[in-house]
């Protein structure tokens, strides 16, 4: 089984969410730079990882298509993927000022 949850935030820049998120959980985010994903942030956590991702991911014909097209208005989006689910980890991201809770999925 794994837990996936995503988080959306219009308030913050995905670098400022890495820092929050990072000095909140004591977590080091590493930034990786993909063709498919643009720029995104991730860091991993004891039985999982959490990534920071832009929804609006730049094409080259300079439109943007949107990671998350369900949740247009998060211009920055959290992701968790634990492998059961984790209610520390999403109280304590429920806390952070800005970030919504968008979406769970088992699988």
Known sequence: MTDHHT????THTADELARLVGDRLGLVFTER???YRGVYHLAGIPNGRIE???NPIPRDDHEDDLY???HPAA????LT???T????LQARLDSIEGLTHLNHETM
Do not use: F, H, N, R
């Open 33 to 35: 730079d993909s063709d």
């Open 68 to 70: 998350a097209p369900e």
């Open 85 to 88: 689910p984790d209610t520390a």
């Open 52 to 54: 920071i991702q832009p």
């Open 75 to 78: 211009q920055v989006l959290l």
């Open 81 to 83: 993927t634990t492998p």
């Open 7 to 10: 988080y959306g935030t219009s």
